[in-house]
């Protein structure tokens, strides 16, 4: 926390509830972003615990609860196989049935569930599950969340943006894995061309947000910004107006705080940073940040 207003960061979507006590940690948490008054956090509890997220009064669930594994560990969850592991598909941690239950028990407890899905099939099984929940409840205001949606299909897209699904996207993991010679490709062969949707998910209307995953990548969205607008897959670009978007209005939105941050007007939060000249999708990831400013007060100035 105390290296974030240097990297012009004034609010973070914190997963946590790690460890073999994960009520202390949230707590712990909770505490510390209360007694910060240079950063904002956005506490996002990772338990399946629902009694537990109402005694703490947070109105949001999740962050990184899991519907798949990861690309790398052959554990995300697909509908065609591995490319160099034929017979794997990867892992689904919920049934169907047990994960639709959960989103229903998350909503009528009026929760914003956020779970992370990286595979296609992983990413259909939490759709499905939200286009049930659609039929009882307006998903636009809930805004039930599935992060990183990195093998997402244009479909995905148009269905979530329909709904009202948001995700919190990463497009530095298309930075340091994506394209025809990175990570991704021996183990997916052309899906790793089509990964990490960033302009398929803004055309189609999609409430998206900008993350880093941290530790994943790092937390700097300079470099995701750069990552927006330098896609491997120049179709899934962003431009530079977008990019800076979807890591701030976006970002509030995906927190449903669009009506108070994320944006340079009058009645929001005084959220900014300061950079020495002009710049753009080339620069930025070498553009200090000159100074911060978090609710109209310089919390870092160089
Ligand atoms: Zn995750």
């Not at 093998?151 to 394209?179: E, M, N, Y």
């Amino acid at each position: 926390m105390d290296t974030l207003p240097a990297l012009g960061v004034g609010g973070v979507h914190a997963l946590v509830g790690y460890g073999t006590d994960r009520a202390a940690d949230i707590r712990v948490t909770m505490e510390a972003a209360d007694a910060r008054d240079d950063l904002d956090l956005l506490v996002w509890p990772r338990t399946r615990d629902i009694s537990l997220v109402r005694e703490l009064g947070l109105p949001r669930i999740g962050g990184c609860i899991l519907l798949d594994g990861a690309i790398g560990a052959r554990t995300a969850a697909l509908s065609q196989p591995y490319l160099d592991d034929p017979d794997n598909r990867g892992i689904l941690y919920f049934t169907d049935d047990e994960f639709r239950e959960f989103a229903a028990e998350c909503a009528a407890a009026n929760l914003q569930l956020c779970v992370h899905a990286i595979g296609d099939a992983a990413i259909e099984q939490g759709m499905k599950a939200y286009e049930h929940l659609s039929e009882n409840y307006d998903l636009h205001a809930l805004r039930p969340r599935i992060d990183h949606f990195c093998l997402a299909t244009p479909q995905h897209c148009a269905r979530a943006a329909a709904l009202g699904v948001a995700s919190g996207i990463q497009p530095a993991f298309d930075h340091f894995w994506g394209g025809e010679d990175g990570a991704y490709a021996p183990v997916l062969g052309v899906r790793a061309l089509t990964a990490n949707p960033l302009r398929t998910a803004v055309a189609a209307g999609m409430v998206v947000g900008g993350g880093s995953d941290a530790p994943i990548t790092p937390l700097d969205p300079r470099l995701g910004v750069h990552a927006a607008c330098n896609h491997t897959n120049r179709e899934e670009a962003l431009r530079f107006d977008e990019a800076v978007r979807l890591f701030t209005e976006g970002s509030a939105a995906i927190g449903r705080e669009e009506q108070a941050r994320g944006r340079l007007a009058a009645g929001y939060q005084a959220d900014f940073i300061v950079m020495p000249r002009e710049t753009g999708g080339g620069n930025i990831q070498r553009m200090p940040v000159l100074a911060t400013v978090h609710r109209g007060r310089v919390v870092h100035e160089e």
